[in-house]
């Protein structure tokens, strides 16, 4: 695997589910993002991990946490969304930007619908 | 925070014809402004990227301008390919370049 991958591709969740959205970059970089991408709106940023520390949160509620277990791997944990929740959620990851390497790589995304 | 609002919101030209996108920003501080192009299915991916200590860039067919002082940055495409057709998106940043602001996205479609 290379870049920057995220499982599953598609999910369909009912309000009541608990999910997880996953994504793994093999590119050796210790900054991890997760962006929400809906159809009217910018891509909008919800989480960074910086060297597995979390340093945002853009007053995302409190039904998505977020978990950083090492500088390889991030995970957004789902429980009781709502309708207006569905996107396509993107990772992405990048060298931590006070050490230079500004270039954010995204995953393919994760097309989530919640009924 | 910073705010980046991106015109026109859908672009239509002819294969070889030049296109181009506009992008301002509102924070002055701002120093870091990447552009990435989404093709159907797969995430964004990084095209080309100007610091605010330059005017102009340039990659082949592909150039970025910036003017600091009218705060907005534009993207410039020649001899457009139908491989060209995507979704292009601004976004600025202060410093670090973490926390990236996009905007709103254009759709390009290149017509043969």
Known sequence: ETGVTQTPRHLVMGMTNKKSLKCEQHLGH???????????????????????????NNSVPSRFSPECPNSSHLFL??????PEDSALYLCASSQDGTSGGLEQFFGPGTRLTVL | GENVEQHPSTLSVQEGDSAVIKCTYSDSASNYFPWYKQELGKGPQLII?????????????IAVTLNKTAKHFSLHITETQPEDSAVYFCAASYNAGNMLTFGGGTRLMVKP
């Open chain 1, 30 to 56: 210790n900054a991890m993002y997760w962006y929400k991408q809906s159809a009217k709106k910018p891509l909008e940023l919800m989480f960074v991990y910086s060297l597995e520390e979390r340093v945002e």
């Open chain 1, 77 to 82: 944990h789902l429980h009781t969304l709502q």
């Open chain 2, 49 to 61: 990227d100007i610091r605010s200590n330059v005017g102009e860039k340039k990659d082949q067919r």
